[in-house]
Structure formats: C-alpha cells, structure tokens
C-alpha cells in the first residue's frame, strides 16, 4: 500500500538521486493521505517515506545509469555511422563522377581516333595532289616542248620553201 502511494505523487526524475531541496519541499509539505485513501486513515511516517524512497531509488538508480550510459553510447556510435554513411555517398558521387570522366575519356579518345584519320587522309591527299601537280609541270613541259618542236619544224619548211623558190638570176651589169 505504501508503494502504490509513492507510485500515485507524480512524476519524478528516475535517474537522479533526490536533491537536499527537494526533500525539504516533501518535509515541509503536509500529506494529502486522506484523498489518496478515501475510507482509511493512514498514517505514514516521514522517514519511512525517505527510506522506502532511497531504496527504491538505489534498486533502481544504477540500472538507469548503465541504460542512460548505454543509449549515450549508441548515440555516438550512431553519429559515427553517420559520418561514415556519409563519406561513403561522398566515395560513391566521386566514383560517379570517375564514370563520367571514364566515359569522357573514351569519347575523347573516339575523336583522337577520328582526327588521327582524317590526319592521314590529308596527308594522303597532298602527296596525291603533289604528283599531279608534278605530272601536269611535266605536262606542259612537254606540249611546250612538242609547240617548240613544231615551231622549229615549220621555221625549217619555210626556210627550205624559200631556199626552193626558182630565184630570178641577176643580171650583170656590162661595165662599161
């Protein structure tokens, strides 16, 4: 019955020892027995109270610390995965991150390919371009040659047509 009492006062901080303060407020405050009890009178003595009240708070007082200790732990272990959670979405964003500069790579690597082969179709090009150009100079040399050639030869036909034309012979003066 004494128990049941001390349960119905209210709410008390279970994991601290009762203050000098406090213990005075409960000394200097009479005891509403009589509601608490409706058709009983009981009488209860203070220090019972006290005594009941440092038992059952020394029953169950280290229990709430190692419990209260315990859950501290678990707190800071939490804050400690925490961080590590996050530094491991910070690993798994850089790696990401490497994929896309992965993918980076190979694209630009694509495009080196790409102009690499250009490259050689350019030069190919110009070599191909520069003998053309040396066949069409050798070309040309050669109808200049051969429009020489003809020029000479017709020169010589006129020449030898001139030489072939019956001259009229010239006639001597008689001296006289």
Same mark, same amino acid.
């Given at each position: 019955m004494e128990v049941e009492e001390? *349960?119905?006062e209210g709410p008390s901080t279970q994991s601290e020892p009762p203050h000098? *303060?406090? /213990?005075q407020l409960e000394q200097q405050e009479p005891l509403h027995l009589e509601s608490l009890a409706p058709a009983e009178n009981v009488f209860v003595d203070k220090k019972a109270v006290d005594k009941l009240t #440092?038992?059952?708070?020394?029953h169950y007082l280290p229990d /709430?610390?190692?419990s209260k200790r315990a859950l501290q732990e678990l707190t800071q272990n939490q804050l400690i995965l925490l961080d590590?959670?996050?530094? *491991?979405?910070?690993k798994f964003r850089e790696c990401n991150a490497l994929l896309d500069l992965n993918s980076l790579f190979t694209e630009a690597k694509v495009y080196h390919n790409k102009l690499v082969n250009i490259r050689k179709e350019m030069i190919m090009l110009h070599e191909k371009t520069a003998k053309l150009k040396k066949r069409a100079l050798k070309l040309q040399q050669q109808k200049q040659k051969e429009? /020489? #050639?003809k020029e000479q030869q017709r020169e010589k036909e006129l020449e030898? *047509?001139?030489?072939?034309?019956?001259?009229?012979a010239k006639r001597m003066r008689e001296s006289k």
């Open positions: 001390m *349960e119905d000098s *303060e406090d /213990l #440092e038992g059952l708070l020394s /709430l610390q190692n590590t959670l996050d530094q *491991e979405v910070t429009a /020489l #050639e030898r *047509e001139r030489q072939l034309i019956a001259k009229p």
